[in-house]
């Protein structure tokens, strides 16, 4: 991009990324304890945990992924966005009031390792251990998605290299959440959250403007192919051409919905369910955030879609329909404020996840095997220490590049498989055991790394289905076996719950962080 044009959208970025450190900086002098850093106090609202927990959720491959797949492979490629819609619902209907009351009677749990630990009354500590093992390592490379995401959007806008763009999310990213912690990611997110939301609508209303309507659009991307408009078809696509392709199939329409089956075991946005500060909220959290996702995920697609109709020439990485969309349709100021929502959408999910893997770190392997009471003091300057130690292997692991959308299926399914069935049968099976949640873990997370391997054995009988799918299968069938022959149930009454305290009502008794 040529000075002139990149200007602006320089000016609009600078002002964003100073915007999230002034925030980090009040969080800092919010926050007063550990548990107000790891979780902000169970005392989000409806609107910031709505907005947190799907800004969280989407990262840059709302803007780059999902526009890149619909682009290349049309609109069968949406399905996998009727799986989100579909998973998103469920997660904030059955999972979300149950974990916010359960995580608080489990010793006011900041940790799902930690909720594990006492949900089945694990004194050995081998399930936090193994939990947060888990975390620790999906998150890492989840992380690291988000650090790519950045480094291809400096260099596609500003011209600048990969590895300076990366750099520069990296840092900023590290900066606020050092300072702030939960609060200050969670608030940068109703700001981040609003923004993805009005990239999503405007753009394509935009370009369908340029387009003379829909018709036009319908017209266009059929004249380049046929199978772009068929949901049960997957054309080919090679140097920004398409071929007519073959039928999607049964097994890849199960695997693009799959990816509904991951919410259930995502730490950083069942987090957010744990911080809202009481149940109350919820069908209201869960509302707003329903109308974001139907609005932001159809929205992407769109883009998608106008990219095969509007971009003169096609272009070859699929990945850069929506930055070229931007570049080719709105004036450079315009097109600063769009870029910005793309960073807004790999931060919002970036700083989340840093946050999550630094406070395992933290509260499940630190505190764990610590003898004694640490201050919250320490703690917090562990937890400190731990979120720039994994931005930095993150970061280690960005610099080789690769697809966003490869790196966050892979991420996204071993947290699905790993967590998703335990995490379920936790809050809704009493005589779930310490067993059957091992298994489960341990099942579902080598399942996911080992699939492609096992799958490439099969020979001809190769299936290509998405990992989540056989992920999910063998750790819930592990769970429900191990669960019902090995160990003995908690002896804790936990189906008999009660509603959670409000925040406001609770006493805090951590010990205030020193400042200055």
Same mark, same amino acid.
């Given at each position: 991009?040529?000075?002139?044009?990149?200007?602006?959208?320089?000016?609009?970025?600078?002002?964003?990324?100073?915007?999230?450190?002034?925030?980090?900086?009040?969080?800092?002098?919010?926050?007063?304890?550990?548990?107000?850093?790891?979780?902000?106090?169970?005392?989000?609202?409806?609107?910031v945990?709505a907005?947190?927990?799907?800004?969280?959720?989407?990262?840059?491959?709302?803007?780059?992924?999902?526009?890149?797949?619909?682009?290349?492979?049309?609109?069968?490629?949406?399905?996998?966005?009727?799986?989100?819609?579909?998973?998103?619902?469920?997660?904030?209907?059955?999972?979300?009031?149950?974990?916010?009351?359960?995580?608080?009677?489990?010793?006011?749990?900041?940790?799902?390792?930690?909720?594990?630990?006492?949900?089945?009354?694990?004194?050995?500590?081998?399930?936090?251990?193994?939990?947060?093992?888990?975390?620790?390592?999906?998150?890492?490379?989840?992380?690291?998605?988000?650090?790519?995401?950045?480094?291809?959007?400096?260099?596609?806008?500003?011209?600048?290299?990969?590895?300076?763009?990366l750099?520069?999310?990296?840092?900023?990213?590290?900066i606020?959440?050092?300072?702030?912690?939960?609060?200050?990611?969670?608030?940068?997110?109703?700001?981040?959250?609003?923004?993805?939301?009005?990239?999503?609508?405007?753009?394509?209303?935009?370009?369908?403007?340029?387009?003379?309507?829909?018709?036009?659009?319908?017209?266009?991307?059929?004249?380049?192919?046929?199978?772009?408009?068929?949901?049960?078809?997957?054309?080919?696509?090679?140097?920004?051409?398409?071929?007519?392709?073959?039928?999607?199939?049964?097994?890849?329409?199960?695997?693009?919905?799959?990816?509904?089956?991951?919410?259930?075991?995502?730490?950083?946005?069942?987090?957010?369910?744990?911080?809202?500060?009481?149940?109350?909220?919820?069908?209201?959290?869960?509302?707003?955030?329903?109308?974001?996702?139907?609005?932001?995920l159809?929205?992407?697609?769109?883009?998608?879609?106008?990219g095969?109709?509007?971009?003169?020439?096609?272009?070859?990485?699929?990945?850069m329909?929506?930055?070229?969309?931007?570049?080719?349709?709105?004036?450079?100021?315009?097109a600063?404020?769009?870029?910005?929502?793309?960073?807004?959408?790999?931060?919002?999910?970036? !700083? $989340?996840? *840093?946050?999550?893997?630094? %406070?395992? /770190?933290? &509260?499940?392997?630190?505190r764990? +095997?610590?003898?004694?009471? #640490?201050?919250?003091?320490?703690?917090?300057?562990?937890t400190?220490?731990?979120?720039?130690?994994?931005?930095?292997?993150?970061y280690?692991?960005?610099?080789?590049?690769?697809?966003?959308?490869?790196?966050?299926a892979?991420?996204?399914?071993?947290?699905?498989?790993?967590?998703?069935?335990?995490?379920?049968?936790?809050?809704?099976?009493?005589?779930?055991?310490?067993?059957?949640?091992?298994?489960?873990?341990?099942?579902?997370?080598?399942?996911?790394?080992?699939?492609?391997?096992? !799958? $490439?054995? *099969?020979?001809?009988?190769? %299936?290509? /289905?998405? &990992?989540?799918?056989?992920?999910? +299968?063998?750790?819930?069938? #592990?769970?429900?076996?191990?669960?019902t022959?090995?160990?003995?149930?908690?002896?804790?009454?936990?189906?008999?719950?009660?509603?959670?305290?409000?925040?406001?009502?609770?006493?805090?008794?951590?010990?205030?962080?020193?400042?200055?």
């Open positions: 991009m040529e000075l002139q044009t990149a200007a602006p959208a320089m000016m609009v970025f600078g002002i964003f990324i100073i915007v999230m450190i002034i925030v980090g900086i009040w969080a800092y002098w919010e926050t007063d304890s550990f548990p107000e850093f790891a979780l902000g106090g169970r005392r989000l609202n409806a609107l945990t907005l947190s927990a799907e800004a969280s959720d989407m990262s840059g491959w709302l803007f780059i992924g999902l526009p890149g797949a619909v682009y290349a492979e049309g609109i069968g490629a949406t399905w996998i966005a009727v799986g989100l819609i579909i998973g998103t619902y469920l997660n904030w209907r059955f999972v979300a009031p149950r974990l916010r009351t359960y995580t608080e009677r489990a010793n006011d749990s900041v940790t799902l390792s930690a909720y594990l630990e006492e949900r089945f009354e694990d004194r050995s500590g081998i399930l936090r251990m193994l939990s947060a093992t888990v975390i620790v390592v999906f998150f890492t490379l989840y992380v690291a998605s988000g650090f790519v995401a950045g480094g291809v959007l400096f260099h596609q806008v500003f011209g600048v290299g990969f590895a300076f763009g750099t520069v999310i990296a840092v900023v990213m590290v606020y959440s050092v300072l702030g912690g939960f609060r200050a990611v969670s608030t940068t997110h109703v700001v981040q959250g609003a923004l993805m939301l009005f990239v999503a609508c405007v753009l394509p209303v935009v370009i369908i403007g340029h387009l003379d309507g829909l018709c036009a659009l319908h017209h266009a991307i059929a004249d380049k192919s046929p199978a772009l408009l068929d949901l049960g078809a997957k054309p080919g696509f090679a140097d920004g051409r398409w071929s007519a392709g073959e039928p999607l199939g049964f097994v890849a329409v199960t695997s693009l919905l799959a990816w509904g089956l991951g919410y259930f075991g995502q730490p950083h946005i069942l987090a957010r369910f744990m911080a809202i500060r009481s149940t109350h909220d919820i069908p209201l959290a869960r509302r707003i955030a329903m109308g974001w996702v139907v609005l932001s159809t929205g992407a697609s769109l883009v998608g879609l106008l095969i109709a509007a971009l003169r020439p096609s272009v070859g990485d699929q990945e329909v929506f930055i070229e969309l931007v570049k080719q349709s709105v004036n450079p100021w315009f600063g404020v769009l870029y910005v929502g793309v960073l807004a959408a790999i931060k919002s999910t970036a !700083d $989340s996840q *840093l946050l999550v893997t630094a %406070t395992s /770190i933290t &509260e499940d392997f630190f764990a +095997l610590r003898k004694g009471r #640490a201050s919250d003091a320490t703690l917090v300057t562990v400190h220490t731990a979120l720039v130690g994994v931005a930095l292997v993150a280690t692991i960005a610099l080789s590049g690769g697809s966003v959308l490869d790196i966050v892979h991420a996204w399914a071993g947290f699905g498989a790993a967590f998703g069935p335990v995490f379920l049968l936790s809050l809704y099976w009493p005589r779930m055991t310490k067993a059957g949640a091992t298994a489960g873990i341990v099942t579902g997370a080598l399942t996911v790394i080992l699939w492609k391997h096992i !799958d $490439s054995l *099969l020979g001809p009988l190769r %299936t290509g /289905i998405y &990992e989540m799918v056989p992920g999910v +299968l063998a750790a819930t069938a #592990a769970a429900l076996l191990f669960g022959f090995v160990g003995r149930p908690p002896r804790r009454d936990w189906k008999s719950a009660a509603p959670d305290r409000a925040t406001a009502a609770r006493k805090h008794t951590t010990e205030p962080l020193r400042r200055g």
